[in-house]
């Protein structure tokens, strides 16, 4: 079957860095998605990979491993803005990318 | 700005109606999504669309209907045939990369 699964809480503190981490079994792979979702509110693009290795975009990282079927996470400096949901995503099969299977969701509180 | 609507944002309907759910997009994207987010779990893909007059099930198709006769517009109807439809619904497009996504309808059956 398909699945992907990441912590469904994880809490940090304010200035602090956390590392969210993200397993995945899927019928084909064409790049894994993180995304950040507020409460309510649409979900917003953070990074996408699709080779081995870490792709840094300012407080935030991401890594893939695709031969252990693993991704992280990784946010720096944490502010309180960045509480939110940060959902998983893989895109699989043939051809559309954005035919995406999602994990539940890592629920991240920042505590001052 | 370039982007995607959704409405209405809030719905409440009573069992055994219909519904119309819609998307319209202006980024010129070829593919268009529906997606339903229950709470704790993540988002499940309803119907999707690569093209005009043209579209596939996803992977929780049953009580929905979805049509494509215009590249901007995607409309969501669910059905009284769907057992459990209070949820946030998400629609979103792409270029092949990544999705964007509306802003969500929430709708609650009473």
């Known amino acids: 079957g398909q699945n992907i699964d990441q912590p469904t809480e994880m809490t940090a503190t304010e200035g602090a860095i956390v590392q969210i981490n993200c397993t995945y079994q899927t019928s084909g792979f064409n790049g894994l998605f993180w995304y950040q979702q507020h409460a309510g509110e649409a979900p917003t693009f953070l990074s996408y990979n699709v080779l081995d290795g870490l792709e840094e975009k300012g407080r935030f990282s991401s890594f893939l491993s695709r031969s252990k079927g693993y991704s992280y996470l990784l946010l720096k400096e944490l502010q309180m803005k960045d509480s939110a949901s940060y959902l998983c995503a893989v895109s699989h099969g043939s051809g559309n990318t954005g035919k995406l299977i999602f994990g539940q969701g890592t629920t991240l509180q920042v505590k001052p | 700005d370039g982007g995607i609507t959704q409405s209405p944002k809030y719905l409440f309907r009573k069992e055994g109606q219909n519904v119309t759910l819609s998307c319209e997009q202006n980024l010129n994207h070829d593919a268009m999504y529906w997606y339903r987010q229950d709470p704790g779990q993540g988002l499940r893909l309803i119907y999707y669309?690569?093209?005009?007059?043209?579209?596939q099930k996803g992977d929780i198709a049953e009580g929905y209907s979805v049509s494509r006769e215009k590249k901007e517009s995607f409309p969501l109807t669910v059905t009284s045939a769907q057992k459990n439809p209070t949820a946030f619904y998400l629609c979103?497009?792409?270029?092949?990369?990544?999705?964007?996504f509306g802003e969500g309808s929430r709708l609650t059956v009473l």
């Open positions: 979103a497009s792409s270029m092949g990369g990544e999705l964007f």
């Open positions: 669309s690569q093209i005009v007059n043209d579209f």
